[in-house]
T-cell receptor
Framework: DADVTQTPRNRITKTGKRIMLECSQT?????MYWYRQDPGLGLRLIYY???????NKGEISDGYSVSRQAQAKFSLSLESAIPNQTALYFC??????????????FGPGTRLTVT | RKEVEQDPGPFNVPEGATVAFNCTYS??????FFWYRQDCRKEPKLLMS???SGNEDGRFTAQLNRASQYISLLIRDSKLSDSATYLC????????????FGKGTTLSVSS
């Protein structure tokens, strides 16, 4: 089984709809991240969480919200989807606490299309 | 100057060739450096971390030059399976929350 899983893997939705992307991990990592990737651009950080009670905005958080339901689960919501949120979304994890490592491990991605 | 810049590619090489990618970064206070590999429409996967003056892993060698603010990735004896996009990633802070990804360099290895 994959260490980092994302659901759904593909989603097509209409403008104005609320969408939730989910991420689960079995790596036991404290830190979790959400990124988006657009053609011709590097990955950009949307939100990150160091633990269940610690959530922080990334570079491009406008239009998104997150919830860290448990150490292993981190979900990303688009409250009212718009076409320019069409992208490939990745969840990632990394160690934290006294085992600091900045290496991040990615889920398989969710391809979201907003029409 | 962009934060992380890479050779745009694509690099088209025959099997067995040696190929090198360069990456420059703008923040001299950057803490750590990585190379990730990304296959088409799939997730990035960590290839190598580069923490000091460089390191080697089999056919792959990464070098860091802090004075000139660049890192490189050398691939020797290229295989068909090396075809992918290689992402240069720079961590800009001690918290590890400021990973900046380059746009990637595409490598195509042909037989």
């Amino acid at each position: 089984d994959a260490d980092v899983t994302q659901t759904p893997r593909n989603r097509i939705t209409k403008t104005g709809k609320r969408i939730m992307l989910e991420c689960s991990q079995t790596k036991g990592h404290d830190r979790m991240y959400w990124y988006r990737q657009d053609p011709g651009l590097g990955l950009r950080l949307i939100y990150y969480s160091f633990d269940v009670k610690d959530i922080n905005k990334g570079e491009i958080s406008d239009g998104y919200s997150v919830s860290r339901q448990a150490q292993a689960k981190f979900s990303l919501s688009l409250e009212s989807a718009i076409p320019n949120q069409t992208a490939l979304y990745f969840c990632a994890t990394s160690e934290g606490r006294d085992r600091v490592s900045y290496e991040q491990y990615f889920g398989p991605g969710t391809r979201l299309t907003v029409t | 100057r962009k934060e992380v810049e890479q050779d745009p590619g694509p690099f088209n090489v025959p099997e067995g060739a040696t190929v090198a990618f360069n990456c420059t970064y703008s923040n001299s206070a950057s803490q750590s450096f990585f190379w990730y590999r990304q296959d088409c429409r799939k997730e990035p996967k960590l290839l190598m971390s580069v923490y000091s003056s460089g390191n080697e892993d089999g056919r792959f060698t990464a070098q860091l030059n802090r004075a000139s603010q660049y890192i490189s990735l050398l691939i020797r004896d290229s295989k068909l399976s090396d075809s992918a996009t290689y992402l240069c990633v720079v961590n800009m802070n001690q918290a590890g929350t400021a990973l900046i990804f380059g746009k990637g360099t595409t490598l195509s290895v042909s037989s």
